[in-house]
C-alpha cells in the first residue's frame, strides 16, 4: 500500500515553529527534528532499494517459474521418450528373441536331419565291413584250402617221386 507523505525529511529540516511561555529548548527540538528527519530519510532510501529488490525478485521468480514450466515439460517429454525406448526394446527383444529360436529350431532340424543321415551312412558302412570280413574269411579259407591242396599235391609228387627213385632190385639168374 502506497501512501503519499504530506511531511518529507526537508519539511522536517526546515520546520520552524513559534516560542510559547514555556517552550522548549530550541536546539533539543531542532537536534531532535535533524534526527528524526536523518532517520525518515534513511527509511525511504531503504524503502525504495526494498521496492527494487521485490521487483528484481520478482522477475527472478517470474523466470523461476518458466524454468520449472521448461523442466517439467522437458522431464515429462524425456519420461515419454525413455518409456518409448524402454517398449521398443522390448519389442525388438521378443522379436530377436522369436528370431533366434526359429533359427534354433531349424538348427536343431538340421542336425537331427544331418545325425540321421551320418546315422544310416554307418550302418551302410558296418554292411560293408561285414561283407568285406566275410569276403576276406572267404579268400582266406579259399587259400587256406589251395595251400593245403598245394601241399598235399606236393607231398603225393614227393611220395611218388620217393618210390620213382627207389633202387630196384634186379634179380640175378
Same mark, same amino acid.
Given at each position: 500500500m502506497d501512501r503519499t507523505l504530506t511531511v518529507s525529511p526537508i519539511d522536517m529540516r526546515q520546520a520552524k515553529f513559534g516560542t510559547g511561555i514555556r517552550g522548549f529548548a530550541r536546539e533539543e527540538v531542532t537536534a531532535f527534528l535533524e534526527?528524526?528527519?536523518?532517520?525518515?530519510? #534513511?527509511?525511504?532510501?531503504? &524503502?525504495?532499494?526494498?521496492? #527494487?529488490e521485490i521487483v528484481r525478485l520478482e522477475a527472478s521468480l517470474n523466470q523461476f517459474?518458466?524454468?520449472e514450466g521448461s523442466l517439467k515439460t522437458t522431464l515429462?517429454?524425456? #519420461?515419454?521418450?525413455?518409456?518409448?525406448?524402454?517398449? &521398443?526394446? #522390448?519389442?525388438?527383444?521378443?522379436?530377436?528373441l522369436r528370431e533366434a529360436e526359429g533359427r534354433a529350431e531349424l538348427l536343431v532340424q538340421k542336425a537331427q536331419s544331418r545325425l540321421e543321415d551320418i546315422e544310416r551312412e554307418i550302418d551302410g558302412l558296418r554292411?560293408?565291413?561285414?561283407?568285406?570280413?566275410?569276403?576276406?574269411?572267404?579268400?582266406?579259407?579259399?587259400?587256406? &584250402?589251395t595251400v593245403d591242396f598245394i601241399r598235399e599235391q606236393?607231398?603225393?609228387?614227393?611220395? &611218388?617221386?620217393?618210390?620213382?627213385?627207389?633202387?630196384q632190385v634186379v634179380h640175378s639168374a
Open positions: 534526527e528524526a528527519a536523518e532517520g525518515y530519510e #534513511q527509511s525511504l532510501r531503504e &524503502n525504495e532499494r526494498l521496492r #527494487q517459474r518458466e524454468l515429462m517429454s524425456a #519420461q515419454k521418450v525413455a518409456d518409448d525406448m524402454r517398449e &521398443n526394446a #522390448q519389442k525388438d527383444s521378443q522379436r530377436i554292411l560293408k565291413r561285414r561283407e568285406v570280413e566275410t569276403n576276406l574269411e572267404a579268400c582266406i579259407s579259399t587259400l587256406h &584250402n606236393e607231398r603225393r609228387e614227393r611220395e &611218388n617221386k620217393v618210390v620213382l627213385h627207389r633202387p
